[in-house]
């Protein structure tokens, strides 16, 4: 019944929409009428498809810097920092000033913070990453509350009001949005939580796409649990099911956003790990599946796995030709040395800009399938897995 209605009321436009501006014709002999369809991106469309192709460019991914002030201050601690705008400030300038950042990085995802903030140096962190060929992104989510109903479960909120932050964003040179909502395999998980992550999603990428942002979709399939990468894999084809049919059902256009799912992985406490080709063989056949080939670029989520790891999965990935630009778009991953490395001190920004550098280079690599991971320190191995990790 459902793929009845899928047929009916997504992929199919309606009969006023077949025809918009023209009348059917009344005879056999009448001159047939040329179909149009109605573009459902606002007057943003071409800007959209430029948008998600110029992040989803060879041998590039994105840098997730958009941890809320809480999550940031969490990164702070572990080096002995206070969590104040003052250090915020000082990590996300070393972050976005890195030379040649840009060589290997497309896009960053900023907290609204950081959007609006300058650099220690009085230049404004957007135009710094303009001035590196970096596209500005932002986080539009107000994040995760439990989910009435469910098996303790959660859902994201944030869709009121949406339109106009988005519009404001873009006016301050955001040009792309990410929107996370999780879903967790050992609570079910349940279809309601499906439908709501799904849902949401689909609400958040018409809103963006109607005010000139692209679209992260992500619903990250949380790697807490004991269970294989079957279940994972049988999970998020469910997932991404659901997640598309409501994408449809919104009129989303395919061509103006981009993704950043989790990997096929086992759960973190399962004991059978899985090597990089397997996860890759599993991933890519998740994606062949349910990911329309009009989708410009795929870019991965670390999940808490290791630097190292998630660039080994990556690169997998990418030893042969895909429909899609399958990159990354870490956070931990791309910061996790850098940041041990800052240490919050002024004559360690460059060693630690260094250290980002190495990862950013290495995962642009990946992406073009030539990494090879020689000579990487036993540090970037360390896995990150948090438990019930929240941004």
């Avoid at 019944?1 to 992929?11: P, V």
């Avoid at 990911?291 to 030893?319: H, K, R």
């Avoid at 000579?375 to 941004?391: D, I, P």
Wanted: with cysteine.
């Amino acid at each position: 019944m459902a793929s009845t209605t899928l047929l009916k009321s997504s992929f199919l436009p309606k009969r006023s929409e077949w025809f918009s501006g023209h009348s059917l014709p009344h005879s056999s002999h009448s001159q047939p009428s040329v179909v149009t369809f109605t573009v459902r991106a606002g007057g943003y469309s071409e800007e959209l498809i430029k948008t998600a192709k110029s992040i989803a460019s060879p041998g590039r991914g994105i840098l997730a810097m958009d941890e809320s002030n809480a999550t940031c201050g969490k990164r702070l601690a572990s080096i002995g920092l206070e969590n104040t705008e003052a250090n915020r400030q000082a990590y996300r300038t070393l972050l976005v000033s890195a030379p040649s950042l840009g060589q290997y990085i497309s896009g960053a995802i900023l907290f609204e913070e950081t959007l609006y903030q300058s650099t220690i140096d009085g230049k404004k962190m957007v135009d710094v990453l303009v001035e590196q060929n970096i596209m500005p992104g932002i986080k539009v989510d107000k994040g995760l509350v439990p989910l009435a109903g469910s098996n303790d479960e959660s859902w994201c909120q944030g869709l009121d009001g949406l339109a106009s932050r988005c519009a404001a964003y873009y006016q301050q040179g955001a040009r792309f949005a990410k929107w996370r909502t999780v879903v967790s395999i050992p609570n079910g998980p349940s279809a309601l939580a499906v439908k709501e992550a799904a849902w949401g999603l689909a609400r958040y990428a018409s809103i963006s796409q109607d005010n000139g942002l692209v679209p992260i979709v992500e619903p990250e399939i949380l790697l807490d649990g004991e269970h294989g990468i079957d279940r994972t894999f049988e999970v998020a084809q469910k997932v991404w099911a659901e997640v598309f049919f409501y994408l449809a059902e919104n009129n989303v256009m395919f061509e103006g956003i981009l993704l950043k799912p989790s990997m096929v992985t086992p759960g973190a406490e399962c004991k059978e790990r899985a090597t990089p080709e397997k996860v890759a063989e599993y991933t890519l056949k998740l994606l062949q599946r349910r990911i329309p080939p009009a989708v410009p670029g795929i870019n991965f989520l670390s999940g808490g796995q290791s630097e190292v790891e998630a660039t080994l999965n990556l690169n997998a990935m990418n030893q042969g030709s895909n429909p899609w630009h399958v990159s990354f778009s870490y956070a931990r991953a791309l910061q996790n040395t850098c940041l041990k490395k800052w240490g919050g001190r002024p004559e360690n920004v460059k060693a630690a800009q260094e250290a980002l550098l190495v990862r950013a280079k290495a995962n642009s690599l990946a992406q073009l399938g030539k990494y090879t991971g020689e000579g990487e320190s036993a540090e970037s191995k360390e896995g990150m897995f948090v438990k019930g990790y929240t941004y």
